[in-house]
């Protein structure tokens, strides 16, 4: 275990690094820690993205410290990756991630009710996956929430995670179509129609989803017309949620650094209607 100190002008963080949380698959977490930390401190969970098939906990670092500076202590756990390991690996990763981080040293009880999390990208999918069954406040950047229906609507695009430069794509469309099926196939273990079903955000058990705010690009690779869809689903469910729509093509990390405040002031807002 490797503890680091990293300083800032008004601030400072210790982070804790490579925690396993999952011995049988050799799962770490990295702890970020706000200087004041306290028992009354709220712990935040960041998942981070990459399409199921690559990215890791370092990668976000500095969302991390950023966390740890706003007051949340901050857990960044890495979770299995296809297509060593295809659905539902990464979900039952992060559920056992939860269940972990709930009967460790790291938490007091009832600390169940001081958890909240932010996903970016498929890190947002396996956040509402994790909401659903635990309640936690849920702040999720550019998720993806619809594989089966866009799969049948894109049976003509040719999967692959640099389009540009195998088939020579300039349109930002084709590739982001690109993209969306090779890590969508790529976790589904194939063109599996029934795989694809259970990977929908909407089939997840939701009973326990609580609040929940959605952050998309206006035209990016994750469709809005899917998440408008999903959001009518939770309407006709009664379930609260809430929809930023911000200009322009950013995709999760590319703007959620500049929205790191919008999301901690839903969370922190959600915190103080709950007590």
């Known amino acids: 275990m490797l503890i680091t100190l990293i300083k800032g002008i008004d601030s400072m963080a210790i982070i804790k690094k490579d925690i396993i949380y999952d011995k049988d698959k050799n799962l770490a977490t990295d702890i970020y820690y706000p200087n004041d930390t306290s028992s009354h401190t709220?712990?935040?969970?960041?998942?981070?993205?990459?399409?199921?098939?690559?990215?890791?906990?370092?990668?976000?670092k500095?969302?991390?410290?950023?966390?740890?500076?706003?007051?949340?202590?901050?857990?960044?756990?890495?979770?299995?990756?296809?297509?060593?390991?295809?659905?539902?690996?990464?979900?039952?990763?992060?559920?056992?991630?939860?269940k972990w981080l709930l009967d460790s040293d790291y938490t007091?009880?009832?600390?169940?009710e001081n958890i909240v999390q932010i996903g970016a990208s498929v890190g947002g999918t396996m956040a509402i996956y994790v909401a659903g069954k635990y309640g936690f406040p849920t702040v999720t950047w550019s998720a993806p929430i619809d594989y089966s229906k866009w799969m049948k609507n894109h049976e003509d695009v040719k999967p692959s995670y640099k389009a540009a430069d195998e088939f020579g794509y300039t349109d930002s469309h084709q590739i982001a179509n690109s993209f969306y099926k090779y890590f969508a196939l790529?976790?589904?273990?194939?063109?599996?129609?029934?795989t694809l079903k259970k990977m929908d955000a909407k089939n997840y058990e939701l009973n326990n989803l609580g609040s929940l705010?959605?952050?998309n690009s206006a035209d990016e690779l994750t469709p809005l017309d899917s998440v408008m869809d999903f959001i009518k689903y939770l309407a006709q469910?009664?379930?609260?949620?809430?929809?930023?729509?911000?200009?322009?093509?950013g995709h999760a990390m590319d703007y959620g650094k500049d929205y790191?405040?919008?999301?901690?002031?839903?969370?922190?807002?959600?915190?103080?209607?709950?007590?």
């Open 213 to 215: 705010m959605m952050i």
């Open 186 to 194: 790529t976790y589904a273990g194939g063109n599996i129609p029934a």
């Open 108 to 112: 007091d009880e009832n600390d169940e």
């Open 237 to 249: 469910n009664d379930h609260e949620v809430e929809l930023l729509v911000i200009k322009g093509h």
């Open 42 to 60: 709220k712990i935040l969970i960041f998942w981070h993205g990459g399409g199921w098939f690559r990215g890791n906990k370092e990668s976000v």
């Open 62 to 98: 500095a969302v991390g410290i950023n966390l740890a500076n706003a007051g949340f202590m901050t857990f960044i756990p890495e979770y299995s990756l296809a297509p060593n390991r295809t659905f539902p690996n990464a979900h039952e990763d992060a559920v056992n991630f939860v």
């Open 260 to 275: 790191l405040d919008e999301s901690l002031d839903f969370l922190f807002q959600t915190i103080k209607r709950q007590k």
